[in-house]
């Protein structure tokens, strides 16, 4: 009841200011027609309306209007909704919303916390997101990050976890080497795919804790999360890692064979790199 009340009292307010935009314009015109257009949307009685006219939102860059109707999206009562708006805030690239993303890490379900991670992770508030996607890999909280910690126990809910699909509300690419396809496929198989998607996006964590959490992710029982993590491994960039993923040249998944295969070519470039340019010192 309280989200419902944050929500139509943020809806009215922004309406308001959308009018008063417009009010020595031409109601007729285009741009008065295409707001007309997104606010009907965003405050329609059909959830699949108000999902894709806040999505719609992040197109828009430094505009106050969108930014607050995008943000009234974090307080509506239908999670696809708050992960559309935490999506769309990510996308336009609204730093003012930080706070109001953070706060979204609290939601009480797993889509809304990921899309605000992503969101942050876009805003450059990394350490935060790092630390979601750590969780949700491992299903382990970091130390020191205590923002996400009420939520561990959602986020090892295989429930909750199920009705986190590829598309459903956090608008996440899928990851380097593995393309729509084996999403649709691991989407039948595994009703988890989320995990996939944290080790990928720990790619460019610099934590030590997270090459160890992305190394014992190669021994995970399902191939595409086998496969995220030595990719992510292989960005790192961290060639001491490479016999930690010799093993997986032998995998019983030919795609996790052929992403080892390329991640210690990756790697052994790295290596050679290194070697270069210590010897010239």
Not at 96 to 113: F, N
Request: glycine share 6%.
């Amino acid at each position: 009841m309280k989200r419902l009340f944050q929500f139509v009292s943020g809806c009215v307010l922004i309406g308001a200011g959308v009018l008063a935009c417009f009010a020595q314009e031409d109601i007729e015109s285009p741009k008065h027609k295409a707001w007309d257009l997104l606010q009907t949307a965003a405050f329609s009685k059909q959830t699949a309306e108000r999902t894709n006219g806040i999505r719609a939102l992040g197109l828009l860059h430094d505009n106050t209007h969108a930014r607050e109707l995008a943000e009234s999206g974090l307080n509506d009562p239908n999670p696809e909704v708050r992960a559309a708006g935490a999506t769309a805030l990510g996308q336009m690239h609204a730093t003012e919303s930080i706070p109001k993303l953070e706060q979204s890490l609290a939601d009480k379900k797993v889509a809304v916390v990921m899309a605000a991670a992503h969101a942050l992770r876009q805003l450059k508030d990394e350490k935060i997101a790092y630390a979601v996607y750590y969780d949700l890999l491992t299903g382990e909280r970091k130390s020191g990050d205590g923002l996400i910690e009420k939520q561990m126990d959602r986020l090892k809910d295989p429930k909750e976890l199920a009705k986190l699909g590829v598309s459903e509300g956090v608008g996440f690419i899928p990851f380097a080497g593995i393309g729509w396809d084996a999403w649709r496929t691991m989407h039948k198989e595994d009703p988890n795919p989320v995990r996939a998607v944290a080790a990928s996006y720990l790619a460019n964590d610099p934590d030590p804790a997270t090459s160890k959490a992305l190394v014992k992710a190669t021994d995970d029982k399902n191939w595409i999360v086998r496969a995220a993590a030595i990719e992510a491994i292989a960005l790192r960039g961290d060639a001491s890692l490479m016999p930690k993923i010799e093993p997986k040249l032998t995998d019983k998944n030919p795609k996790v064979r052929y992403s080892a295969a390329a991640a210690i070519i990756r790697l052994s470039g790295n290596q050679h790199a290194k070697t270069a340019k210590n010897d010239k010192k």
